[in-house]
T-cell receptor, first 112, second 110 residues
Framework: NAGVTQTPKFQVLKTGQSMTLQCAQDMNHEYMSWYRQDPGMGLRLIHYSVGAGITDQGEVPNGYNVSRSTTEDFPLRLLSAAPSQTSVYFC???????????FGSGTRLTVV | GDSVTQMKGPVTLSEEAFLTINCTYTATGYPSLFWYVQYPGEGLQLLLKATKADDKGSNKGFEATYRKETTSFHLEKGSVQVSDSAVYFCALNYGQNFVFGPGTRLSVLP
């Protein structure tokens, strides 16, 4: 059981470039989310999905897009990278909120 | 809206000391409560949880009790080890809404 798998682990982008952070889970979890973690800011919710075909915005959605075509995958797209998007990104999933989240190991993104 | 407040860190303790990290919450309903731990360079791992009032969650020597009357879920451990050095996050879930506290960094010195 792999859990939540995020790729890549590290990425350096130039300002204006686009890229996709991948997230996949093999636990048949309906609920998936993307967070960013910045020093002193804790975790901030970017986007979330309650099932295939359904996505919604979180606290800090600007500059990011998501889609959920399958239960397993929930990619996060950076449309035009900016230095303010330098952060560690975590994907998380759960079948039911009361069970708690399972987190991926994170993607450390640097935008120069 | 729902929120979680944690004591500001960092918390620095000597090995075998007693640990308390305070957590209080504000929620419109009756949420489930969690403690997560993040070791350096890793993702968050679920440490323990409680889903209703007076429940006690426990794991790896850590424990926390869901106190509805004080809206608190304080994390405790009787004797910390150097390997417990990490960042600890208190969190709540109500429906599809997850809210995380800002995290408390714990450093345990040998």
């Amino acid at each position: 059981n792999a859990g939540v798998t995020q790729t890549p682990k590290f990425q350096v982008l130039k300002t204006g470039q686009s890229m996709t952070l991948q997230c996949a889970q093999d636990m048949n979890h309906e609920y998936m989310s993307w967070y960013r973690q910045d020093p002193g800011m804790g975790l901030r919710l970017i986007h979330y999905s309650v099932g295939a075909g359904i996505t919604d915005q979180g606290e800090v959605p600007n500059g990011y897009n998501v889609s959920r075509s399958t239960t397993e995958d929930f990619p996060l797209r950076l449309l035009s990278a900016a230095p303010s998007q330098t952060s560690v990104y975590f994907c998380a999933s759960t079948r039911q909120g009361a069970n708690g989240y399972t987190f991926g190991s994170g993607t450390r993104l640097t935008v120069v | 809206g729902d929120s979680v407040t944690q004591m500001k860190g960092p918390v620095t303790l000597s090995e075998e000391a007693f640990l308390t990290i305070n957590c209080t919450y504000t929620a419109t309903g009756y949420p489930s409560l969690f403690w997560y731990v993040q070791y350096p360079g890793e993702g968050l791992q679920l440490l323990l949880k409680a889903t209703k009032a007076d429940d006690k969650g426990s794991n790896k020597g850590f424990e926390a009790t869901y106190r509805k009357e004080t809206t608190s879920f304080h994390l405790e451990k009787g004797s910390v080890q150097v390997s417990d050095s990490a960042v600890y996050f208190c969190a709540l879930n109500y429906g599809q809404n997850f809210v995380f506290g800002p995290g408390t960094r714990l450093s345990v010195l040998p």
